[in-house]
């Protein structure tokens, strides 16, 4: 007789894959193999990639580090929204993604395309099925005067095949993937999601999601998981360590003005800005997993160390004086 699954040693924590699509710049293929097993021998069991990051290199590099272990024993996400055509010849970097695979990626957020995405998916992952299935960058941020129309195509299209592939069995939870809070308030008024990826915008900096977001999900019972938790850079290596980087470009003044505020905080406490970020984000109810970017197994071992970081009650006091905390905001 078998015995039931363990649960994982680090609940509520996940390994994005953005990294390792060559976010930026290269990270060797026995890097990113290392990185994997080490996040599972930590205890992490959750797992998230997507198309787009390096143009379907992430989704190769964890499927083959995944598939040596059962399938119920971790959960995976991915997403849908872009497809990759082979091309012969391509940049050496594409959309922020240096050495990826040979192709390029368009939209396509059709039925028909919804469903080739969940199927290329899952070869390029050498797996059956995805445990989350998010709709992928359909905000007004990144297809401007194109949004409204595909607001309504990810309603009447998109939400109701991944509804189609769920009952399939192809797909678990049905989402979104986004960096901005707009747009998912915006499909909530329509339509149902059983989970929400949200980069950047519930962060020690940034606190849009507060007011309207993250109730309304917790009220409705979607499964909120957080990424970009140093939003992309600034809250990693503050102000002091050349280019301050925020939402993947260059930080404006304001930005950099309030993480100097924070890190006078947190020098008056003892406290490192990585830790405050991190632990600052799980606080909250509606959160139910962080993920973790990182791209070597110092990253990754990092992460966890700050998430043990004893913090004290008067940091975040101290924070809230200052006007750089909402008074809604928990901590931990």
Known sequence: MSS??????LPGIALGG???GNLFSPVPEADVQQLLERAWSDGCRSFDTAPHYGHGLSEHRVGQGLRAHPRD??????????LLTPCQQVPREQHAYVDGLPFMQHWDYSA????????DSLQRLGLARLDTAYVHDCDAATH?????RVLRQVLDETLPALRRLQCEGLVGEVGLGVNDHQVVLDVLRHADLDA????????LLDHSALPALLPECQRRGVRVALGGLFNSGLLAS?????LAVFNYAPAAPAWVERTARIETVCERHGVLLRAAALQFA?????????LLGARSVGEWQDCLQMLRQPIPAAFWTDLRRAGLLPDAAPTP
Do not use: C, N
């Open 4 to 9: 039931p699954p363990q649960p994982p040693a």
């Open 18 to 20: 953005a990294a390792l």
């Open 73 to 82: 024993s971790y959960r995976l996400s991915s997403k849908v929204g872009r």
């Open 112 to 119: 028909a395309g919804i469903q080739r995405s969940v199927e």
């Open 144 to 148: 401007g005067a194109d949004a409204p």
């Open 196 to 203: 929400l990826l949200l980069a950047g915008r519930y962060t």
């Open 238 to 242: 503050g102000t002091g360590r050349g």
């Open 282 to 290: 799980r606080a909250h109810p509606a959160v139910q997993t962080l």
